[in-house]
């Protein structure tokens, strides 16, 4: 396989736009509590995080499923990752 730079490459967009939806969902809601709008704010957020995963899977993968699968490997892969270090994170500041 000649082509593992491409393969890797796109496992490491899908991480990286993992880490930029989640971790904006992660700062986002840290904030609303002293936000004058959460709901906008929320909802601000969403739209933003959302149209940015959307166009970098659209521009990733060029239509090939192939392509898609493996950004979407790094994308679920790094929602675990951040679960995993959050949920450690609020352990550690509760106990």
Same mark, same amino acid.
């Given at each position: 396989?000649?082509?593992?730079?491409?393969?890797?490459?796109?496992?490491?967009?899908?991480?990286?736009?993992?880490?930029?939806?989640?971790?904006?969902?992660?700062?986002?809601?840290?904030?609303?509590? $002293?936000?004058?709008?959460?709901?906008?704010?929320?909802?601000?957020?969403?739209?933003?995080?959302?149209?940015?995963?959307?166009?970098?899977?659209?521009?990733?993968?060029?239509?090939?499923?192939?392509?898609?699968?493996?950004?979407?490997?790094?994308?679920?892969?790094? $929602?675990?990752?951040?679960?995993? $270090?959050?949920?450690?994170?609020?352990?550690?500041?509760?106990?």
């Amino acid at each position: 396989m000649t082509e593992w730079w491409l393969w890797s490459a796109l496992f490491a967009a899908g991480l990286g736009l993992g880490l930029f939806f989640y971790g904006g969902l992660w700062w986002t809601v840290r904030k609303m509590p $002293r936000a004058r709008h959460p709901v906008g704010m929320m909802l601000a957020s969403f739209v933003v995080r959302l149209g940015v995963t959307t166009a970098g899977f659209a521009l990733l993968t060029a239509g090939d499923w192939r392509r898609m699968l493996a950004a979407l490997l790094g994308f679920v892969l790094m $929602r675990g990752m951040l679960v995993n $270090r959050f949920k450690s994170a609020d352990a550690v500041q509760s106990g």
